[in-house]
């Protein structure tokens, strides 16, 4: 298991778009995904999950995946909010 | 308006909303199903659960179908694009989960299972403080209803809705396409402003629709016959013959010339002596792109960009480029206006606090001002644009009162422009700055602001509100919202003259233009630019093609000299007789 912290960068948070690309790059891989934010966890590949998120420009939270990808998956995702699901 | 007349119980009626997709549809109501409340938790017996999960796989994979079949059909990138989301929600892992425990552990039939867990979602979105979140819900609710009623075996009754009229509350994109496929003639809608999804492809599926009536009280159903027509706003049930007479010469009418206006499209923009004028198209919409050129548009004189911001929701640089680039493309050559975001904190702020007086309040250049980072966004998008197309663009600022205001835009645009060419982003390149005139301080000093612009361009729906102090979305009022107020056209003339003084070009970008008989005053007043609504355009140039100069610039010497508004609605009848 492998965990990261990442902050939101995009202006308006992780609205629909974004959480769309999360989830079909999550899908891709076999490990499981999953999303804390304030002590709140949601499957990170449960678009209605992360939809009821609606994290915000600015909000911190824990990235965990855990399976046999696991490095590849995290280093996917990690890229999608690093370049703020490229919008920059 | 006698109920003898008529075949059915019930008395016509009339009930006004506003237009949103162009066109005259009649037919038999049909009320869209939502089957939300009718779900009751029923339970199953144990041995009963294995085939109620057969059920819910098998719902799930009819929709999917449905949904594949759709995004198949359908040639528009942005459709796909919200089936593709819709198909992730319908996949969703936790949600297939959560239906599957309620089947097995709970022992709530599928049906049941399926509406409880999706409502659990819902609830949450509804609540969710940021406003793309709750917009979602419709979506969410549209899945669990298509999901129940596959699992009720209930077929959506599409073969027995050709020809009817739509009555919904609101609709998803997705059954928006749905109900496409049937020949529906037309939709009226309680919520959903003039940018929701539903309406942008009622447009784009050429389907008429009216938004903003609360029809439930009307009892549709209790009707034979409804027709709705998309360019008046109007709803009209069971309708008696000389009404229906009337709708039906309105609609023969207005289909007719548009197709007799849209062979004019293509011709020079000249009056029958030969003088010439300009049309450009005023534009908000990626889907209204290609009407630039079949509508003989020369150029985008109003590029609208509330929508576009408002819809990604990041207001980041790279998707603002793209949109401005494919509006040039389209544009092939000719200039393009963008105007900067032009709507209130309440469009863009969720935690906006409701001002009294919104038309009076934090809205256009004034935002723009305290949201610096929105603004320089937005111009350095535009900058790096107009690098690419040299000449072609052109910024302008909505809402100025003040000339500091001016001042201070100016100085935003060349810092950013600064900032990029020392970043060797681009090479300098010159951007006409121009600023709306719509609030009545400006037209009284429009020469001091004529020196300090590169053009003006007229927003007559403010002007007229402004100055006439109507808010035109006020039923009680409304009658009071006159163009042809003489005030109306002594501003514009007074806004003409400054900027004469100056030696800036003047164009008219409001509704006014799209009327033939505003716009030939306005060309007889020396205003050669005009700008408006795509659809509008081959008709006024019809207009004004067939019209010559000097009878132009007597109808406004005519209207600007006159002393009232009932001389100013004659002069324009009368003109519009002649030309008949």
């Given at each position: 298991m492998i965990t990261r912290k990442v902050t939101i960068q995009n202006e308006a948070g992780l609205h629909a778009r974004p959480s769309s690309e999360l989830v079909k790059t999550a899908t891709m891989f076999e490990s499981d995904f999953f999303i804390e934010m304030y002590g709140y966890r949601v499957n990170g590949k449960s678009i209605l999950g992360i939809m009821t998120l609606a994290a915000e420009k600015g909000a911190e939270m824990e990235l965990i995946v855990d399976g046999p990808d696991e490095e590849d998956a995290m280093e996917a995702i990690s890229k999608l909010f690093n370049e703020s699901f490229g919008n920059e | 308006m006698s109920d003898k007349t008529d075949l059915t119980h019930e008395k016509s009626k009339i009930v006004n909303g506003m237009p949103a997709s162009p066109g005259i549809g009649a037919g038999k109501p049909w009320i869209f199903p939502r089957k939300g409340a009718s779900v009751q938790p029923e339970k199953i017996s144990d041995n009963q659960t294995e085939s109620e999960i057969t059920h819910f796989n098998q719902a799930v994979e009819k929709i999917e179908n449905q949904f594949r079949q759709m995004a198949d059909e359908a040639d528009d990138t942005e459709i796909k694009k919200i089936i593709e989301s819709q198909l992730l929600v319908l996949h969703d892992p936790e949600l297939h989960k959560s239906v599957i425990r309620k089947i097995k552990k709970e022992h709530f039939t599928a049906v049941f299972s399926i509406f409880d867990a999706l409502n659990e979602y819902i609830t949450m979105l509804e609540s969710a403080d940021a406003v793309w979140a709750r917009e979602r819900?419709?979506?969410?609710?549209?899945?669990?209803?298509?999901?129940?009623?596959?699992?009720?075996?209930?077929?959506?009754?599409?073969?027995?809705?050709?020809?009817?009229?739509?009555?919904?509350?609101?609709?998803?994109?997705?059954?928006?396409?749905?109900?496409?496929?049937?020949?529906?003639?037309?939709?009226?809608?309680?919520?959903?402003?003039?940018?929701?999804?539903?309406?942008?492809?009622?447009?784009?599926?050429?389907?008429?629709?009216?938004?903003?009536?609360?029809?439930?009280?009307?009892?549709?159903?209790?009707?034979?016959?409804?027709?709705?027509d998309g360019d008046q706003g109007e709803v009209v049930f069971s309708p008696d013959s000389a009404m229906q007479k009337k709708i039906d010469e309105r609609g023969i009418r207005q289909e007719k010339v548009r197709k007799e206006a849209l062979k004019w499209a293509g011709l020079p923009s000249e009056t029958k002596c030969g003088h010439k004028f300009t049309i450009r198209a005023n534009v908000e919409f990626e889907n209204e792109l290609p009407r630039i050129k079949t509508h003989g548009a020369d150029g985008v004189g109003l590029l609208r960009t509330e929508t576009l911001l408002l819809r990604a929701k990041d207001f980041d640089v790279k998707e603002q480029i793209a949109f401005y680039k494919k509006v040039l493309a389209s544009a092939d050559n000719k200039p393009v206006i963008i105007r900067l975001f032009d709507a209130g904190g309440d469009k863009l702020l969720d935690n906006y606090e409701t001002e009294a007086n919104p038309f009076l309040g934090w809205r256009g250049v004034r935002m723009l001002l305290d949201e610096q980072k929105l603004l320089e966004q937005q111009v350095e998008a535009i900058v790096r644009v107009s690098a690419d197309y040299k000449g072609e663009v052109k910024i302008m600022v909505p809402m100025i009162s003040t000339l500091t205001e001016v001042d201070r835009m100016?100085?935003?645009?060349?810092?950013?422009?600064?900032?990029?060419?020392?970043?060797?982003?681009?090479?300098?390149?010159?951007?006409?700055?121009?600023?709306?005139?719509?609030?009545?301080?400006?037209?009284?000093?429009?020469?001091?602001?004529?020196?300090?612009?590169?053009?003006?361009?007229?927003?007559?729906?403010?002007?007229?509100?402004?100055?006439?102090?109507?808010?035109?979305?006020?039923?009680?009022?409304?009658?009071?919202?006159?163009?042809?107020?003489?005030?109306?056209?002594?501003m514009i003339k007074l806004i003409k003259e400054g900027a004469d003084s100056a030696s800036i070009p003047v164009s008219v970008c409001g509704e006014m233009a799209s009327v033939s008989e505003y716009a030939a005053c306005f060309i007889g007043m020396g205003i050669n630019e005009l700008s408006m609504t795509t659809n509008q355009i081959p008709m006024v140039k019809m207009a004004l093609r067939k019209s010559e100069l000097k009878n132009l610039e007597k109808l406004a010497e005519d209207v600007c000299s006159s002393g009232s508004v009932k001389e100013t609605e004659e002069i324009f009848s009368n003109w519009k007789k002649q030309r008949v």
């Open positions: - | 819900t419709i979506d969410i609710v549209s899945i669990r209803d298509q999901l129940v009623m596959a699992v009720q075996q209930k077929e959506q009754e599409e073969f027995q809705l050709d020809g009817s009229v739509v009555f919904a509350a609101e609709l998803s994109p997705t059954e928006m396409i749905s109900l496409s496929r049937s020949k529906i003639s037309g939709i009226v809608l309680h919520k959903g402003g003039l940018t929701s999804h539903a309406v942008i492809l009622a447009q784009s599926l050429g389907i008429p629709c009216v938004v903003g009536v609360n029809w439930s009280k009307l009892n549709p159903n209790q009707h034979e016959h409804v027709i709705l100016k100085d935003v645009v060349e810092s950013v422009k600064e900032k990029l060419i020392k970043d060797g982003v681009i090479t300098d390149v010159h951007i006409p700055f121009g600023i709306m005139v719509e609030v009545p301080a400006v037209a009284m000093m429009a020469n001091e602001f004529a020196k300090k612009v590169d053009f003006f361009s007229i927003g007559t729906n403010d002007l007229t509100q402004y100055t006439l102090a109507v808010d035109r979305g006020n039923e009680k009022i409304s009658k009071l919202f006159r163009p042809s107020h003489p005030a109306i056209w002594r």
